[in-house]
């Protein structure tokens, strides 16, 4: 057992019957009161997520995971296919338990958290930022803009992102697979 002086980002938690991931949480010291806890949970099992408040001193059931670098082979319908390099053992996962799926590229290491009591894969941490290339975008109109202007983008993976207007088919871009957004050309 822990208190919410232990909370921290990717700390899993048993809650309401249930395993969640802190995604964000927020210490708050009001002038009147006393102090909390503002959380964001993610549940595990069917990745939907919501909002918690904890009081300060709060005792919270912390799940003991471990961490192991898989790579990424390839999806099949709501099924992802991921590879232990080190074991060479193979999981499946849905595509629910994923942040990003859809910018998961063939061959990319992710972290996979796995719950040491039931052995069960719990969550896929990917890289903080992708890169990809476009596989196809409009060509961009000189001139027509006031300020930042964007365009749809497809990249190699499927996942379709809103670029600058200078941005055009065979070029490399990074993404960030928190947000989906495009950050840079590279």
Do not use: W
């Not at 390839?74 to 080190?86: C, S, V």
């Amino acid at each position: 057992m822990a208190n919410t002086s232990d909370i921290k980002n990717g700390l899993c938690i048993k809650y309401n019957h249930d395993i969640y991931k802190i995604i964000e949480f927020l210490h708050v010291k009001p002038g009147k009161g006393p102090a909390f806890v503002r959380t964001k949970l993610k549940s595990l099992t069917n990745g939907k997520v919501l909002d918690n408040t904890f009081s300060a001193g709060h005792k919270i059931d912390v799940v003991r995971v471990e961490t192991h670098t898989f790579q990424y082979l390839y999806a099949e319908g709501q099924d992802f296919h991921f590879m232990n390099t080190e074991t060479f053992e193979q999981i499946t996962l849905n595509r629910d338990v994923l942040d990003a799926p859809d910018l998961l590229k063939e061959g990319e290491n992710v972290m996979v958290q796995i719950n040491t009591e039931t052995d069960l894969p719990l969550s896929v941490d990917m890289a903080a930022s992708v890169i990809l290339e476009v596989t196809y975008t409009e060509p961009g109109v000189k001139g027509n803009t006031a300020t930042n202007a964007t365009k749809p983008a497809t990249v190699e993976t499927g996942a379709t992102v809103n670029v600058p207007l200078f941005i055009n088919e065979g070029d490399k871009i990074k993404i960030d697979t928190a947000t989906g957004k495009y950050m840079e050309r590279v």
